[in-house]
């Protein structure tokens, strides 16, 4: 049975958004300036980064609570990026997060914009704030490019891609494989290096020919065969794209996607995606074809 988002006949026409943020809180900024009719409260585990700031200047709420004590142990037990995704710890820091956005909401947040957060959300949060929570991802998620960072891009030039996009999608017990809500426009690669502004420009250039001799790799094989100047190349390239992606990808199709949903336009069903009662497909509303 397909279900609404969000329903603004029962809810009224204000969200309730809570944005995470980590760090420069560029991707909440994007969006509150694009959707200022709404009431947010912008929560971060890194006390006093950027996206505090930003979140202060537009007199938004905000919450601070580090994840730090919560970690610390079992980052001890298990190593650094290796602590599972639904241990004990993590558990109890989401559903503290959950009680201190609720309490300062005074009721549960109608949307949840994972906006630059560094934390792996866990089952139990996913479970209780089901198609309330998106992210975006700086790659075609239904390509399989996974990844932090200027991985995406990495796997999207070794498969012979000649663009990338930014995916919007529901976030689910996966890692960035939840239903798909928006896709941007392609970036074209080459078009990203040429307007970067810096001087190895027309060295990327050169060295995305260079990179393109591993063709056909996975990610994996490519940085087991690869000496250390073409992974230093490849990391150059992926993040200058990345970084134009954002711009040109995350920032037009977050704020939209929000947008949607406030309209109460988008239902799911499964892991079906609806806007305005059309099925669509797997790779959800493209900014470039409307669908």
């Known amino acids: 049975m397909k279900q609404s988002v969000y329903n603004p006949a029962q809810s009224g026409l204000r ?5 995470f943020v980590s760090g420069s809180g560029t991707n909440y900024h994007q969006i509150a300036l694009k959707n ?31 994840h730090v004590p919560y970690l610390r142990d079992v980052r001890r037990q298990f190593g650094p990026g290796k602590v599972p995704r639904n241990c004990p710890e993590r558990e109890a820091y989401d559903r503290e997060v959950s009680r201190l956005i609720e309490e300062r909401l005074q009721q549960p947040p109608d ?11 866990t089952d139990w949060l996913v479970d209780r704030y089901w198609m309330k929570i998106l992210n975006v991802h700086p790659g075609d998620t239904t390509k399989g490019y996974a990844g932090l960072g200027w991985i995406a891009t990495a796997k999207a030039i070794l498969a012979g891609d000649e663009a990338v996009r930014s995916t919007l999608f529901f976030v689910d017990k996966s890692m960035d494989e939840g239903p798909v809500l928006v896709q941007s426009r392609p970036l074209e690669i080459a078009t990203a290096l040429t307007a970067a502004k810096a001087e190895e420009t027309k060295g990327l250039l050169a060295g995305l020919e260079k990179i393109k001799a ?42 939209f996607g929000v947008g949607l949903i406030a ?10 995606v609806y806007i305005h009662d059309r099925k669509m497909p797997a790779y959800g509303y493209r900014m470039d ?3």
Not at 15 to 19: E, G, P, Q, R, S
Not at 39 to 64: K, S
Not at 228 to 239: F, H, N, T, Y
């Open 15 to 19: 969200l309730k958004i809570a944005c």
């Open 36 to 66: 200022p009719d709404h009431d947010y409260v912008v929560f971060t585990n890194r006390p006093g980064c950027r996206g505090v700031e930003i979140a202060r200047q537009n007199r938004h709420e905000v919450i601070e609570f580090s």
């Open 111 to 121: 949307l949840i914009c994972l906006a630059g957060y560094d934390l792996l959300t």
């Open 214 to 255: 591993f063709s056909g790799m996975t990610f994996t094989e490519f940085m087991e065969k690869a000496g250390d100047e073409d992974r230093a190349l490849m990391k150059m390239i992926g993040e200058t794209v990345q970084g134009a992606l954002k711009v040109a990808g995350d920032w037009e199709i977050y704020p």
């Open 263 to 272: 309209t109460g336009a988008v239902a799911v069903e499964g892991r079906e």
């Open 289 to 291: 074809n409307e669908g």
